[in-house]
């Protein structure tokens, strides 16, 4: 890969001012958890938080949103996109289908087009591939609505998350090849080199890019989780590639995420790391460092979400 090459070049997405699809930016996992359940006073504070935390982001040069109708962030989104002063045509914005609820996907995408203030979604993707058990409503069934309202043009690209190279069967079953899903977007680091077997040979398979959420789980998500660090690998390696590449250890995990063939989607509170994830194009990492990271997190596992659905 050189380093103008990112992984959606082999896809056929629109360009974003004229520039291909960069890493983006996300309002769940913290956002969804804290708002749950909090004192309105409380929400109203959080909520506050998060638009500023997303006009930092536009501020400084992402215009790919990821959010979800799960995470309840549509309205800071928007709120957020207004503040910026940025055209809607210059913005990619993700959201998500939560089929674990009795609504169907062509209400659900209502209700998320107005909460977003938008008359399109740039992708919407099925959330996760677990369908209430208590519904008849199913995975074929909800994209057949995702392929109809693709044709309206409520959406520019469909595709899903968290899906299995099972679940995708059952769709490429269904559907034209010309509404094939173009996205997948699964939990991926170096302590998680495959959601579900195979899945990254299959994607690549069928042209489906991979978007990669936490990304950063090495540098933050063990140290709190697991006692011993002591047996975490990468400890030991990503200083030195820092030093090397002079980057910083986030820098060179969403490097190796990049040049692995996944688009990275992560999210910083800090002017600084908001920065350094868009430092990312300008250099690249030798292939025997990116085999060096994928030796090293293999010798350890660890998945953040959805623990045992893949197994
Ligand atoms: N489809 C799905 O099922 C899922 C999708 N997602 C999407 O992906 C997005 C990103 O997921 P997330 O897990 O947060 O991604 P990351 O793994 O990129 O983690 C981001 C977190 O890392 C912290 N961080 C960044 N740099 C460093 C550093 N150098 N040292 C320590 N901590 C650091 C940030 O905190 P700080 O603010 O302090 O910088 C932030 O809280 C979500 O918001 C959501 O949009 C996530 C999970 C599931
Ligand atoms: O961002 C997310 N955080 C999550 C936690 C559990 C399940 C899904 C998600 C997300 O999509």
Redesign the pocket.
Known sequence: MTQSESPVDSHNFRTVSGKPLIV?????????WLKKGRPEEERTKLTQELID?LLLALNNGFYHI???EI?TTHPEVAEAVEQSGIKREDLWI?S?YNPYRNITAADALKTTLEELKTDYLDLY?I??PFFSDESTYSIETAWKEIIDAKKQGKIRHIGV??FAVQHLERIFKVSEPEFYPVVN???F?PYLQDQSADITDYCKKHNILL?A?????P???IQSNEADTAEDPLRKVLPKLSEKYQK???QIL?RYTLQRGYL???????VQ??R??LAIYDFELSAEDVALIDKEGSTFHFR???DGKFD
């Open positions: 983006g930016t996300g309002t769940g996992t913290k956002w969804q935390q990821d959010t979800a995470y993700t998500k993707l959330h996760t998350s968290n977007q699964i939990e680091h978007e959420y936490g990304p950063l789980t540098l933050f998500r910083t250890d986030s969403l990275p989607i992560t999210t910083s509170s800090k790391r908001i350094e994830t953040s979400f959805f």
